[in-house]
C-alpha cells in the first residue's frame, strides 16, 4: 500500500510537472481557412509558426480550399466547429454580419484599422460603422496586353480610348492564326462582371447608385454594346475565355500562349502569369483601362479582402485570434516596417493595403507590370458592397454571358440585368 | 398470431424503423416544412417565418432565380435523359461483347470498363478538363488529324452540357456493363439452344429472347441510372462552376448555390423537394412502363 502511495504521489508529480507544459504547447487551436496557392499557404504557415514561437499557448493550422468553394466552406462550418479564421471578399461581409457569422472586431483592432488603412478600404471592413474584420489586401484592374502581339500587328501603344480599344482589338485578331484581340471570362462571377464594371467605371457609368441598379443607364447600354460588338466581329471568341473553379483554365492558357492579345484582369493574376509565362512575362504590359465616349477618365473597379473571425468560435479562441491577425496585420511581423501578411501578399504580387505597408514595399510596387495598376488606385472605385452583392455579381455574370454568346442583344441585356438587379436588391433588403 | 407472439414482432421492428425515421424521414419532412419558410441557413430553425407558397411561385416566376431554377431543370432533365439513353442500350452492347465465352480477354475487359467507375471523379475532371481544352486539348488535336474542325466542347453553351454527359457515360459504362453482364449470366443457355432449333438468328436470339429476359437488370439499371444522373455534382463544381451562360448549372449546384452559398434555405428547400418529386414522378413512370411491357408480353 505504501508503494502504491508513492507511486501515486510520484505520477501525480510528473502530472503536475507536465500539465502546464502540455497546456502551454497549444491552449488554444485556431485554423485559419484560405484559397491561396500551396506556396503561399506555406508562407503563412511561416508566419503562424513564427507567431506559435512567441505565443506557445496558440497552434495555427492553415486549410485552404479554391476560390469558388471559399464562401460555402464558410457558411457550412459557420455556425459550429467551423474555422476560426477566414479570409473574405468584402462583399460577402454584410450577409455574413446579417447572419452573425462574424464576430466583431475588439476596440483596440477596430481603432488600429481606422487610422492605420486607408478610409474607403477601413469602410469595406465594416458594416453599419462597426468594424468586423482587417483588411489586407486591396485587388484592382487594369488592361494586360501582349506587347509582342502588339508589335506584330503594328500597334505602337495600348489603347487609351474605346475606339482605339476595339481597332487594336481588329488588328490583333487573325482566325486562321486562332488569336483574338480582347480575351472575355466566362464561368467565374467577379471575373466576368470586375473587367465589364471597369468598363462601365471608364464610360462614366456605375453599377449601382443609392442602392438602386443603374445598369440600364445609357452609359451601361454603349458597355453592353462594347462586348456585342467585340463578339459579332469576331475580336473577342467567347469558347477561349472559360475558367475553372481555381480562376484559371481555358482564358489563361490562351493569353499566356500568346493567342489573346489583350484582358482586363485583376494586379493578383501576377503569379499566376508570371508562372505560366516563365521567361517571356516582360512581354506582357499593364495600363489603365480605356476610356469609353461617355467617359472623362480611366476608372478601375476596386475590391479589397479581409480576415474576419466566427463569432460561434469560443470567446478564448476569438481573442487569440484578433491577437494573431493584429500581429500579422501589424508592422511589427514582417520586414522593414513591413507586415508579415504584406511580405505574403507580395509574393503573389497583390497590394497590401495598409498605408504602412504600401509605404514599406514602394519600390518593389514600382515594378513594370505593378506599376501600372497603382497608378490606377487614386481613381479606382470601389465595388458596390450591398446586401445580396453576391447574387446580384452572379445574376449580372449570367446576362453578360448571354450577351458574349449572342442569345440576347446588348439592348435586351440592360434591360434584363436592371430588372434582375432591381428585384434581387430589394428582396435582399426585406 | 397470440399477443405474446406479437410483441417481440413489434420490438424487432422499432429499431430498424426508428432509424430510418430518424435519419430518412425526418430530414425529408424537415425539408418540406422549409420549403414553406423564409430561413436563413445561417441561424436556428426558430428563426424560419411561414410564407406559404412564395418559394414555389418564385421558382416559376419571371425573376432570375427563377429562370435559373428553370433552366436547372430542364438541364438536369437534358442530362438525365442524354445518360440514361445513351448508357443502357451501351451497357448491354458491351455487355454482350466481354461476356462471350468464346472470346479471349473478356474478363480483362471487364475490369478495364469498371476500372473507370473506380476513378475519383476529383482526378477524372482534372484530367477531362484539359482533354476538353479547346485550343490545346489532345481531344481536338487529334480531331484535327483527321480533318475536323476544332469543337468548343466546355467553352460554349450549345456543348458543354454534352461533354458532360460524355464523361458521365465514360465514367458510368463499367458499372453498368457489369449489372448486364449479371444480367446475362441468369439467362439459361437452353433458350438460346431451343431459339436455334427453332431457326432462330442472332437477332432474333437477341430480341426473344436476350433482351425479354434481361428487363429486370435493365429496369434496375433505369433507375439506378437515372438517380446516378439526377445527382450529377462534381464535375459541374468541379470543372464549368454552372457556365458558360448556366448552360451546366444543374439542380443540385443550384441548390447549393442558393442555399448554403446566398443561406437562402427555405428557397434551396423549395428546390429540393422540386427534385424529389420530379424523381419520383420518373422513378414512378419507369416502374408503369415496365409493368405495361410486362402484361403486353
Known sequence: MKSLTKLGFAALLAATALTPMGAAAANVELTYLTHWAPDTVALLEKAAAAYSEKNPDVAISVRAVPFGDLLTTIRSGGSGGGTTIASIYDLWLPELVRDGMVAPAPEAVAGEVGSAWPAGIAAAASVNKVTYGIPNEVDLYALNYNKTMFEKAGIGAPPATWDEFEKDAAKLTDPAAGTQGFGLINSWAAGVVHPFASLLASNGGTLIADGKPQLDSPEALQTFQLYETMVKNGWSVPAMGTADANTTGPFLDNFVSGKTGMIIMANWWESALKAGLGDKFDTIGTAPIPVGPSGTESHSISYSWMTVVNAHATDAEQKAAWDFLAWLDGPDSGKNGASAMADILQSMGILPSRSSDVAAFKSALSRPFLEGYVSQLANAKAFPIVLGGQEFTESLQQTIEQLEYGQISAADAAANAQADAESILTRAAN | ?297
Request: avoid cysteine; hydrophobic fraction near 55%; proline fraction near 5%.
Open chain 2, 1 to 297: 398470431m397470440t399477443r405474446a407472439q406479437k410483441k417481440p414482432v413489434w420490438m424487432m421492428l422499432t429499431p430498424a424503423v426508428g432509424l430510418i425515421g430518424v435519419f430518412v424521414v425526418v430530414p425529408m419532412l424537415l425539408t418540406i416544412w422549409l420549403s414553406f419558410q423564409h430561413w436563413s441557413t445561417q441561424t436556428g430553425f426558430e428563426t424560419a417565418k411561414f410564407i406559404g407558397l412564395r418559394n414555389f411561385e418564385d421558382l416559376f416566376s419571371r425573376i432570375s432565380v427563377g429562370r435559373d431554377f428553370r433552366g436547372a431543370y430542364f438541364n438536369t432533365a437534358v442530362y438525365t435523359g442524354i445518360s440514361v439513353v445513351v448508357i443502357l442500350p451501351l451497357s448491354v452492347l458491351l455487355g454482350l461483347l466481354v461476356y462471350q465465352r468464346r472470346a479471349p480477354g473478356g474478363t480483362f475487359l471487364r475490369t478495364v470498363l469498371f476500372s473507370t467507375y473506380m476513378v475519383p471523379m476529383i482526378a477524372v475532371a482534372l484530367v477531362w478538363s484539359k482533354l476538353y481544352s479547346p485550343t490545346e486539348g489532345p481531344i481536338n488535336q487529334i480531331l484535327s488529324w483527321v480533318g475536323i474542325s476544332p469543337l468548343t466542347w466546355l467553352s460554349a453553351p450549345d456543348t458543354a452540357l454534352i461533354s458532360i454527359v460524355i464523361l458521365n457515360i465514360w465514367q458510368q459504362i463499367g458499372y453498368f456493363t457489369v449489372l448486364a453482364v449479371a444480367g446475362l449470366t441468369q439467362i439459361p443457355q437452353t433458350l438460346y439452344e431451343a431459339a436455334r432449333v427453332d431457326g432462330a438468328n442472332p437477332l432474333e436470339e437477341f430480341f426473344g429472347v436476350t433482351l425479354p429476359l434481361l428487363r429486370r437488370t435493365l429496369l434496375f439499371s433505369a433507375v439506378i441510372a437515372v438517380i446516378n444522373a439526377v445527382q450529377v455534382f462534381e464535375p459541374v463544381v468541379l470543372i464549368t462552376q454552372g457556365g458558360p451562360a448556366g448552360s451546366t448549372n444543374v439542380l443540385t449546384y443550384f441548390i447549393r448555390r442558393v442555399g448554403i452559398e446566398r443561406a437562402q434555405g427555405g428557397l434551396g428547400s423549395a428546390m429540393a423537394v422540386m427534385l424529389m418529386l420530379s424523381l419520383i414522378v420518373v422513378i414512378v413512370a419507369i416502374f408503369a412502363f415496365a409493368r405495361e411491357r410486362k402484361e403486353d408480353a
